[in-house]
């Protein structure tokens, strides 16, 4: 069964420190996304990403965040200025459109201190 | 605007009873597909089904069986003889028909099953 796969799997960093959590899609997916699941709390939509551009965003991903695909294997999602209420679980996934089915990554808890 | 309600925040049972989870949900979408994930303690998310709006049939895997009511807006979860290894957060889950499986997902807040040796 192929995997997304993310680093790092846990971080914790100070607040106002930049971040960055990688993900590999699987290969051959051309859809990305990135999701955040706060503790306790649902699973919130971050951002979509085909042709290596963003396609949708959510309101929580302001200016702070950004994608990029540098590349051609690794989808990373880049948090400038962290605050606390970043502290989340960050999930990557992807998409085979082919056999309409998301893969959903393990996840890279990161706590802002 | 869309949205998953998940009226149950936790549930506990003991071993080898049946549980139903809960899950009702909003669109003005007539063609939408449903989803049902676990969330077991180390976090990942576990696809379980996918249902489109146009196949109203009850569907049963194993232990696990569905029931989706188009006309109460519900998409149903229920263990039959659940184990203690069924224990996790259940989150149901929206998305638009159109594009299939690219569109983003709509969660509800999840429901945390606890069952009891």
């Known amino acids: 069964e192929p995997e997304v796969t993310q680093t790092p799997s846990h971080q914790v960093t100070q607040m106002g420190q930049e971040v960055i959590l990688r993900c590999v899609p699987i290969?051959?997916?051309?859809?990305f996304y990135w999701y955040r699941q706060i503790l306790g709390q649902k699973v919130e939509f971050l951002v979509s990403?085909?042709?290596?551009?963003?396609?949708?965003k959510s309101e929580i991903f302001d200016d702070q965040f950004s994608v990029e695909r540098p590349d051609g294997s690794n989808f990373t999602l880049k948090i400038r200025s962290t605050k606390l209420e970043d502290s989340a679980m960050y999930l990557c996934a992807s998409v085979d459109p082919k056999r309409n089915t998301i893969y959903f990554g393990e996840g890279s808890w990161l706590t802002v201190v | 605007a869309q949205k998953v309600t998940q009226a149950q925040t936790e549930i506990s049972v003991v071993e080898k009873e049946d549980v139903t989870l809960d899950c009702v949900y909003e669109t003005r979408d007539t063609t939408y597909y449903l989803f049902w994930y676990k969330q077991p303690p180390s976090g990942e998310l576990v696809f379980l089904i996918r249902r489109n709006s146009f196949d109203e049939q009850n569907e049963i895997s194993g232990r696990y069986s569905w029931n989706f009511q188009k006309s109460t807006s519900s998409f149903n979860f229920t263990i039959t003889a659940s184990q203690v290894v069924d224990s996790a957060v259940y989150f149901c889950a929206l998305s638009d028909y159109t594009g299939g499986a690219t569109n983003k997902l709509i969660f509800g807040t999840g429901t945390l099953l606890a069952v009891q040796p």
């Open positions: 990403f085909y042709n290596n551009e963003i396609s949708e």
């Open positions: 290969s051959n997916h051309l859809y």
